[in-house]
């Protein structure tokens, strides 16, 4: 192990992904892309993202750590620094951000041989693009509260019921979907599956528009809809146990099978947008206030890439929910307060909004301050995570 903390073989495979993302990084689209993965909604951007992560999954940046048998790579610990690289370079996003951060780290943990084998390939380059069906109109916070509903016909399940908030619905082949299998009890009537989607009797989706204006997420509704038995995730019941390992991974705890890229970086972006803004007869990089508002952005994003180093260093972990949950929370945080000080900067011309030809970086800044409520709300909402961390981490008494 090296100064820098990785192994030789981890500062090989780091130095192999800077040069390939050097000499590979994409000229811009010749379509506007989404600001993530789950805001894609044409054909058009959803194939030359597609294309995009082919790419990197034969660069070995995807799928990095899993198993050469399941259609990974093999490596150890190389994940993160292929997302980081990733990022680093500005890359786009990877669109099948459900199948790689969420359903690939499930299936390695809960599923079978056959499963893995199945599903993992298809994940990893891209072609099968997943969507998660948790949330329903009665079960977002209160999770376990499923009425999405299994019932056992010989080696089949029949569900029926209503999904919510599904990104990436209307592109998916699979969905990782958990339904209630008793009424009985509440947790242990859960039992979790792996449903085909596109093109599936009885499933039907249907786009929901956001305050952007634009879809993503849809709502998807179950009609007698067959999944055979081989398609659960572990055992009948045992549904909530698996949901935790999703969320863990979602929550960012752990490194899924990719993920990396999505752009500039906030900061750097936000200086070029007050460089190229005027108030008051003066340039923005040059009013004290804008520039001090900079700065404090600047020591905010500084203050979390310090902040997840602590990873590496097993003494600053006490809880292992503490950081994830944390960084979950505070860069949503953080993005909302960037999007706004983009909007704030580019004044009036924050009123034009996407196609028109004046608005600044193509109305970036407006459609990043609407979208970054979804973040505070997505994976669990805020609210949600500040009791989680109270009383699971920080040890306080329960909220009534
Ligand atoms: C952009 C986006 C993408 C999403 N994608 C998916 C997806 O692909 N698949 C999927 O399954 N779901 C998805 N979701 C749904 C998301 O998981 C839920 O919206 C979230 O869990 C909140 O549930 P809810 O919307 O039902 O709100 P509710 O649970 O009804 O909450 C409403 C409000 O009450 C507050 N609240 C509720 N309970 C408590 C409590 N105990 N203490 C304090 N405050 C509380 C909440 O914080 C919130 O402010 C997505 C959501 C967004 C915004």
Known sequence: MGKTGLTSEQSAFQEHARRWLGENKPPAPPMRLPLMAIEVMHEAQRDYLQAWQRRCYEAELVGTDVPREYGG?????????????????????????????MAVPTILVHGTESQKKLLIPGALTGEEIWCQGFSEPGAGSDMANQQTSAVRQGDDWLVNGHKVWTSLGHFAKW???????????????????????????????????????????????????????????????????????????????????GGGGGGADPVQR??????????????ASDDPVTRDALVQQAIVYEGL???????????????????????????????QNAARLGVEVAGLHSTLYKKDPKAPEAGHWPLAYLNSYGGTIAAGTNEIQRNILGERVLGLPKSK
């Not at 093109?199 to 509704?221: A, D, M, Y």
């Not at 902040?307 to 860069?331: E, F, I």
């Open 305 to 335: 890439r310090m902040n997840m180093r602590r990873a590496k260093v097993p003494a600053l972990n006490d809880h292992p929910m503490r950081l994830p949950l944390q960084s979950k929370l505070t860069s949503s945080e953080a993005s």
């Open 175 to 257: 969905m990782i979907l958990i339904t209630r299998t008793s009424k009985e009890h509440k947790y242990d009537g859960l039992t979790y599956f792996v449903c085909p989607i596109e093109g599936h009797p009885g499933v039907s989706v249907r786009p929901l528009i956001k305050i952007t204006g634009e879809t993503g997420f849809n709502e998807v509704l179950f009609e007698d809809v067959v999944i055979p038995d081989s398609m659960r995730l572990d055992d009948v019941g045992k549904g909530w146990t698996v949901a935790m390992t999703t969320l863990t991974y979602e929550r960012g705890a752990a490194e899924g099978a």
């Open 270 to 283: 936000l200086v070029a947008l007050a460089r190229q803004s005027w108030r008051d007869g003066v340039r």
């Open 73 to 101: 790579w093999g490596r150890e610990g190389c994940q993160r620094i292929a997302n980081q690289e990733m990022s680093r370079a500005g890359t786009p996003f990877m669109i099948n951000i459900v199948g790689l951060t």
